[in-house]
């Protein structure tokens, strides 16, 4: 078994930086969206440290996954799917990447230009700052990080959608291909056959 993408399916480098990052980013979100409405007290600071420390590792993530993506390529389209929605696929696979890319970015300014204190990963070192205070661009950095994720849940709704259409409907190893497990069945690549043409003459 080859570590790398094949022709025709996602190797499990790809499948596992696709999944893990997608669970880390549903956890982000859910404690994003929650945490605004906690106490700023000392007893639920670690809420906003596991937060940010998941988000930097978001960050990490991404890029090793970028560059495996570089190094082990990706598969062919699958047999039968049209130009235009390949070329809909490939821009809203590479907003996507920008995306999971500005949204841990825009927290790690917001947090540098709030002026806090580091905050230290995991617990285990202080993290960097990018920037001195400023008011401006700390303003600037939390929209752009609220709007990012705005952009994100919809996107990734049109994406989630058009796979399991593929799977639903076209019935092809588009889904499949992404997921643990065997090789999709031979065919499993190919869109549907159409169903056979009877006449309603030949009914008995
Ligand atoms: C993929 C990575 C990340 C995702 C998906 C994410 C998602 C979110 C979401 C949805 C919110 C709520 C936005 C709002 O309504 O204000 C939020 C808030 C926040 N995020 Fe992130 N975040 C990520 C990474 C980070 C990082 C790396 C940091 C800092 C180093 C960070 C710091 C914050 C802070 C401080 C807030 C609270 C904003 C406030 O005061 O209202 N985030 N995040
Ligand atoms: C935070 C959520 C998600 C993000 C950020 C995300 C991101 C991505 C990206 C960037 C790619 C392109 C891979 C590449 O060309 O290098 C991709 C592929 C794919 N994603 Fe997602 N995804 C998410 C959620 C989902 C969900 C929920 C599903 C299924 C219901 C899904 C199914 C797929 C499939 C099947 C592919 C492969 C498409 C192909 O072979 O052309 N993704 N995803």
Known sequence: MTLKNTADRWGPVSQAFHWIIMLLILGLATVGLTMGELPKTPKYFWVFTAHKSIGITVLVLVLAR???????????????????????????????????LLMPVSGWLYDSASGLRPFRWFGLFDMPKLVPPDEGLRGLAHEVHEWGFWVLAALVCVHAGAALYHHYFQRDATLLRMLPGGSPRIGDN???????????????
């Open 66 to 100: 970028l560059a495996w993506r570089l190094y082990a390529g990706r598969p062919d389209p699958v047999p039968g799917t049209p130009g235009w929605q390949e070329r809909i696929a490939s821009v809203t696979h590479w907003l996507l990447y920008a995306l999971i």
């Open 190 to 204: 190919a869109p549907s056959p159409p169903a056979p043409h009877r006449n309603p003459a030949d009914v008995p």
